[in-house]
Protein backbone atom coordinates (compact mmCIF):
# COMPACT_ATOMS: atom_id res chain seq x y z
CA UNK A 1 0.00 0.00 0.00
CA UNK A 2 3.06 2.47 0.69
CA UNK A 3 4.63 0.87 -2.08
CA UNK A 4 2.02 1.57 -4.25
CA UNK A 5 1.59 5.33 -3.00
CA UNK A 6 5.19 5.61 -2.73
CA UNK A 7 5.64 4.63 -7.03
CA UNK A 8 2.87 7.10 -7.74
CA UNK A 9 5.08 10.60 -6.14
CA UNK A 10 6.79 12.17 -8.79
CA UNK A 11 10.62 12.43 -9.00
CA UNK A 12 10.42 15.15 -7.44
CA UNK A 13 8.20 14.38 -4.61
CA UNK A 14 10.27 11.61 -3.59
CA UNK A 15 13.22 13.75 -3.70
CA UNK A 16 11.43 16.19 -1.26
CA UNK A 17 9.92 13.57 0.84
CA UNK A 18 13.32 12.01 1.51
CA UNK A 19 15.29 15.66 2.22
CA UNK A 20 11.96 16.11 4.59
CA UNK A 21 12.46 12.60 6.21
CA UNK A 22 16.44 13.27 7.06
CA UNK A 23 15.71 16.49 8.08
CA UNK A 24 13.27 15.13 10.61
CA UNK A 25 14.97 12.29 11.43
CA UNK A 26 17.65 14.75 12.59
CA UNK A 27 16.22 17.32 14.47
CA UNK A 28 14.45 14.46 16.16
CA UNK A 29 17.94 12.90 17.65
CA UNK A 30 19.18 16.41 17.95
CA UNK A 31 15.74 17.36 20.06
CA UNK A 32 15.35 14.10 21.65
CA UNK A 33 18.85 12.89 22.59
CA UNK A 34 21.92 16.23 21.89
CA UNK A 35 19.66 18.88 23.72
CA UNK A 36 19.15 17.05 26.44
CA UNK A 37 22.47 15.50 26.80
CA UNK A 38 24.30 18.77 26.36
CA UNK A 39 22.13 20.35 29.07
CA UNK A 40 22.86 17.63 31.50
CA UNK A 41 26.28 18.09 30.46
CA UNK A 42 26.41 21.64 31.09
CA UNK A 43 24.70 21.72 34.48
CA UNK A 44 26.58 18.99 35.56
CA UNK A 45 30.01 21.53 34.73
CA UNK A 46 28.25 24.17 36.97
CA UNK A 47 27.93 21.48 39.87
CA UNK A 48 31.37 20.63 39.17
CA UNK A 49 32.71 24.13 39.76
CA UNK A 50 30.46 24.99 42.74
CA UNK A 51 31.93 21.52 44.50
CA UNK A 52 35.54 22.39 43.47
CA UNK A 53 34.84 26.08 45.33
CA UNK A 54 33.14 24.44 48.09
CA UNK A 55 36.48 21.90 48.14
CA UNK A 56 39.02 24.99 48.50
CA UNK A 57 36.89 26.55 51.02
CA UNK A 58 36.12 23.38 53.07
CA UNK A 59 40.30 23.06 52.98
CA UNK A 60 40.79 26.29 54.01
CA UNK A 61 38.43 25.93 57.06
CA UNK A 62 39.56 22.80 58.01
CA UNK A 63 43.20 24.55 57.71
CA UNK A 64 41.91 26.86 60.91
CA UNK A 65 39.88 24.36 62.57
CA UNK A 66 43.22 22.32 63.07
CA UNK A 67 45.27 25.40 64.06
CA UNK A 68 42.68 26.35 65.98
CA UNK A 69 42.68 22.84 67.46
CA UNK A 70 46.69 22.96 67.97
CA UNK A 71 46.34 26.44 69.88
CA UNK A 72 43.88 24.59 72.41
CA UNK A 73 41.76 27.29 72.07
CA UNK A 74 38.78 25.31 72.75
CA UNK A 75 36.27 27.89 74.63
CA UNK A 76 39.19 29.81 75.58
CA UNK A 77 37.83 33.01 73.70
CA UNK A 78 33.97 33.33 74.52
CA UNK A 79 34.26 32.37 78.04
CA UNK A 80 36.40 35.79 78.90
CA UNK A 81 38.29 34.25 81.66
CA UNK A 82 34.99 33.28 83.79
CA UNK A 83 34.83 30.48 86.41
CA UNK A 84 32.80 27.42 85.65
CA UNK A 85 30.46 28.92 88.50
CA UNK A 86 30.25 32.43 86.44
CA UNK A 87 29.82 30.51 83.34
CA UNK A 88 27.13 28.08 84.17
CA UNK A 89 25.03 30.69 85.63
CA UNK A 90 25.80 33.17 83.15
CA UNK A 91 24.65 30.61 80.17
CA UNK A 92 21.79 29.69 81.98
CA UNK A 93 20.45 32.73 82.26
CA UNK A 94 21.22 33.54 78.63
CA UNK A 95 19.41 30.29 77.40
CA UNK A 96 16.22 31.64 79.20
CA UNK A 97 16.63 29.45 81.58
CA UNK A 98 16.98 31.68 84.70
CA UNK A 99 13.41 31.52 86.55
CA UNK A 100 14.08 27.68 86.83
CA UNK A 101 17.59 27.89 87.83
CA UNK A 102 17.47 27.12 91.70
CA UNK A 103 21.15 26.77 92.85
CA UNK A 104 25.20 26.82 91.37
CA UNK A 105 27.07 25.16 93.60
CA UNK A 106 30.75 24.27 93.73
CA UNK A 107 31.53 20.76 93.86
CA UNK A 108 35.05 20.25 93.69
CA UNK A 109 38.06 22.76 91.77
CA UNK A 110 36.41 21.89 88.41
CA UNK A 111 32.84 21.05 88.68
CA UNK A 112 29.72 22.33 89.73
CA UNK A 113 25.99 21.13 90.48
CA UNK A 114 23.33 23.37 88.80
CA UNK A 115 19.63 22.77 89.77
CA UNK A 116 16.66 23.70 88.20
CA UNK A 117 12.97 23.35 88.95
CA UNK A 118 10.12 22.80 86.28
CA UNK A 119 12.20 23.51 83.57
CA UNK A 120 11.91 22.87 79.89
CA UNK A 121 13.55 19.59 79.17
CA UNK A 122 14.39 20.68 75.39
CA UNK A 123 15.69 24.13 76.77
CA UNK A 124 17.84 22.32 79.20
CA UNK A 125 19.36 19.82 76.87
CA UNK A 126 20.10 22.20 74.13
CA UNK A 127 21.78 24.11 77.05
CA UNK A 128 23.81 21.24 77.83
CA UNK A 129 24.65 21.04 74.39
CA UNK A 130 26.03 24.44 74.03
CA UNK A 131 28.19 24.54 77.13
CA UNK A 132 29.61 21.17 75.81
CA UNK A 133 30.07 22.84 71.91
CA UNK A 134 31.18 26.28 72.47
CA UNK A 135 33.21 25.91 76.10
CA UNK A 136 34.54 22.44 76.17
CA UNK A 137 32.36 21.65 79.76
CA UNK A 138 31.14 18.05 80.12
CA UNK A 139 27.82 17.06 81.78
CA UNK A 140 29.15 14.02 84.64
CA UNK A 141 26.13 13.67 86.06
CA UNK A 142 22.00 14.16 85.12
CA UNK A 143 18.76 13.39 87.08
CA UNK A 144 15.29 14.70 86.13
CA UNK A 145 11.90 14.29 87.54
CA UNK A 146 9.09 15.10 85.88
CA UNK A 147 7.43 17.84 87.18
CA UNK A 148 3.70 19.73 86.70
CA UNK A 149 3.44 20.37 82.95
CA UNK A 150 3.94 18.71 79.62
CA UNK A 151 8.05 18.59 79.30
CA UNK A 152 8.96 20.03 82.20
CA UNK A 153 11.33 18.40 84.74
CA UNK A 154 13.35 19.49 88.17
CA UNK A 155 17.00 18.78 87.42
CA UNK A 156 20.78 18.57 89.06
CA UNK A 157 23.29 18.50 86.76
CA UNK A 158 26.99 18.03 87.51
CA UNK A 159 29.44 20.03 85.15
CA UNK A 160 32.76 19.39 84.92
CA UNK A 161 35.37 21.78 83.03
CA UNK A 162 36.71 19.92 79.90
CA UNK A 163 40.43 22.52 80.71
CA UNK A 164 41.48 20.14 84.12
Do not use: C
Request: avoid cysteine; glycine fraction near 8%.
Amino acid sequence: MIGAWWHAQTVRDRRVLVVGAIIVAVLLVWALAWLPLSRARAGLAVQVAQQRTDLAWMRQALGQARALDAQGSRGTVARQGKSLLALADATARGANLGDALKRVEPTGPASVRVTFDVVDFDTLADWMDALARNYGVTVTDFSAEKAEGLGLVNARVTLQDGKQ
